[in-house]
């Protein structure tokens, strides 16, 4: 069945607001209209210049363009499957997804085509890649420009998908090993658009900016939403609190979607002034939560701006709950919650044994329906284990309140079982880092002889403070009950260590504590 | 693949709203758990006690409850195909009906379990019924009551549906010949609802009144939508002025969806008063062309109501366009059309070999999408004719504007071709019924040997005032062009033949003049 494909929504509202200026790029203007009549070009270059068949993989490294987002669109048209890669990743990690994927042609620009180069090297004689495609003008090794590809092809949209087809390749993360391809079907795309837009009250993006980078499945909503709910879209190649403030500005931004970082940086900048956010109606923020003076600040500068929190993952394509505007009432206990699931989907808390926990007890998220990825690529024991039971697990550890309200503690795996009771690793950091001479801490099971595990702190000083283990375990002591604190507590001076993603790499700092023990890491 | 199914969308609804008091029918109060239990006794029932397997039929005969929502939601967990019947068919209809389905169980209540009774003597012994539920209390025939049957069952959910499995044999009215089974599969129902709540403003169904006929597509938004988005039901076992009046009043009704001529019956009735009405916050209508006066009145009377009017057929279960509040301006052209497709739903307009015609043009309205019925049940042909070239053909003319919006001129088959000119029969008919002394007008091709067909009329005069055909030729020739003026007017007394659906039956009309002339008269 071809019904949950993207055109079936893309090109009935072309025919309505196709003319209009939608696309916004530095200099760069274009209506839909003739981003579709690019996107069909791109699709036959893909498939008759670069040999990309439909269910050929297709990657791309690079900032964040009107190209990356014809790009997208192509494989929404059915010209291939996107694997967009992550800007953060080494040259030997982008080798690996390389390989796994067997991408043979790769689009980049001049600011990362030689890390592509690099990547290449890395993996040498087993290269799949055949086609280099550069997104605008360099120097950068390449095969062919992005618009001599687009100025040799014709403008001929490929055959229709399936709705079951795959359309991305998305790698995640990887802080528990290497990383996984996660596939995605059309319908699962279109699907997750859909609940949004259920949940969502009167979703209409106006003028969205695209701030968030385009690999990163946060940005879907912004890829795919604009066109279908006759928005236009602003561009910049890469966050900076600077550049958003006066892409704001300069264009009536309605509404945009932020990580609480980038909220934070924009709200600290010299130049920022509340009035000049005055065009917003709609914020979306997610993927770490959210500090409260941050929410405070914004709440106070911008009382008629609507915030939305959203919760999900690369696997579920992406949003599984949102907290909507009207749960933003300042001081709501609902705000330390990610929401309630969208229409649509399934969640439900659940035992180490599958079975549904009842309200207000903590277990494992699970999630099903309609949004969810197919498969780990390649990967069938990866998939068989986080599908247990029909339902994929999130591995974030939390409950759901009498209203459905769902309220993350911590990691599974970051769980620390001792003495028969489960302690919560972001609760005792929480409770930890409101002393004021910690900079940075982070908490983590460790063996011991009696306890099972022991909970144990790593904690980053303040610069030029001294702090004593009794000095962190009397205070920790004030606020959370004994089998909580830690027994024990190092200090180091450096960084904590983080994933590309920006968490913690708490495997890092369990191992040496585990060696010999024969417990999985995580 | 199981995801679009409705336990997907219910349940996590039920978990948040399923305590409050949510089915007022009558006397009858009960929660969505309440209710839910009951559906699941009634699942268990008809696979136990009635033996109807999941890919079975079984048919309801019966007005409006919250019986009937229970036998409606038991399909759509799985326990059967529902057959909804047409309460305003003939015996012969029914029994035609019964027998094309294969219906092994009918439930009905005390109105109309007697034509149940008359339809199965028509039957004979070819009667496939082997059991009638009896709902609510009474001396009519039956082998079972309805509560006896869920007392005697267990609370138990059968095995959860496919999403391509079948739920709704639904018969269309049938104005050209036998009427058709419309087979529909839960994907298509689930759709519709994800495309009205996707299109409509802040869909959250408050109360609702649920007062259309519950065997029509008309009321399946009534019918899915309420547990999922929170609201609650109201029932009307039929609609009456009075009846819809008090309920209103009485349970602060805030959402419903009515046709043009229930709205003009309350406006016209003698307890009507807009205080009445103020609950209300959102009207749908459609089916039929809203009066001009009907509207304005309502717009007068609520200024603060949110008027939708939605178009849509029971093959694509139900909703095809909707033209949404902020295109209700008074004296706007827009309100002559029927709005724009809802989001995920595909529409063009066609001429004869399936050419996509540009805006402006009248053709053949045709849609496509995930909204679709699977089939014509046991009618191949039928069913590759409605969907030539991949796309549903919908019977309308009609063409839509620059923007989208879709305006409907004619059914095709009234369309009148003379001299090769396209004559639509609405238009005509639209001009004559200005006519102060015209009571009813319906517009025929006839056969002509110069023009091919000519545009003939069929007038009945208002009560006692006598009028000429050239009073009727040169009222008309003042408003539309000479080649539509009828050519010849026919005047009659008796009421022109309406169809269970209420229309004018213009194959009835047509029969006698082309009588030998061996055109199918559609």
Redesign the interface.
Known sequence: ?K??IYS??Y??AL??YGDVEAIIDGDYRSSWNEHHERVSRLCHGLAHQLGVAPTDRFAVLALNSHQYLELWHAAFMGAGVINPLNLRLAPKELAYIITDSGTEAIFSDPTFAPLVAAARKEIGDADPIRKVVLIGEGDAPHDVGYEALLAAASPEMPREPEE?DPVVLMYTGGTTGLPKGVLIEHRAEI?NI?HA??TI???DLGTYLLQTPMFHAASMLGILGPP??GGRVVFIPMYSPEGVLDLIETHGVTDTLMVPTMIGLCLAHEKYRPERLASLRRLVYGASPMPEATLARLQQDLPDLDLLQGYGMTEACSTVTLLLPEDHAPGSPRLRSVG??V?????SIQDEEGRVLP?GEIGEVCT???H?MREYWNKPEATAETFRGGWYHTGDAGYQDE??YVFLVDRVKDMIVTGGENVYSAEVESAISTHPDVAQVAVIGIPDEKWGEAVHAIVVPQPGVVITVEGIITHTRASIAGYKVPKSVDFRTEPLPLSGALKVLKRDLRAPYWKGHGKSIG
């Open positions: 069945m019904e949950l079936h929504s090109e009935p025919a309505q079951t699907l859909y837009a259920m009250p009167s979703l279908i709910f309630k699931p229409l649509g989907v399934q969640l309200r099903r329906g309609g969810m209203d459905g």
